[in-house]
């Protein structure tokens, strides 16, 4: 009988499943800035649209977010990829 929570058996390398989980600094930097947009989004359209739309606000202001800190994420990713190594050279 085999076991229903056993792992997959390994195959292929493991180096490329550890670097996919690693935490890098494009990563932190696109949540940092994602985060960031989201709020200052929210900030700035909730007033307007809460007058304009004042039954419908917040969904408007949390899609609004959404759609600009998906946006801020790609562009820092991609920003700080191209940016050269900090890491000390060998």
């Known amino acids: 009988m085999t076991d229903p929570f056993a792992l997959p058996p390994e195959t292929g390398s493991t180096t490329v499943t550890s670097e996919r989980r690693r935490w890098t600094r494009e990563s932190a930097g ?3 800035a994602a985060t960031a947009a989201f709020v200052v989004v929210q900030v700035l359209v909730f007033e307007p649209v809460s ?3 004042p039954e419908c606000a917040h969904r408007v202001t949390t899609l609004a977010g959404i759609l ?3 946006l801020a ?3 820092a990713t991609r920003w700080l990829t191209r940016l050269p190594s ?3 050279p060998k």
């Open 86 to 88: 900090s890491a000390p």
């Open 51 to 53: 007058r304009l739309l």
């Open 30 to 32: 696109g949540l940092f």
């Open 73 to 75: 994420h790609s562009l």
């Open 68 to 70: 600009v800190a998906t």
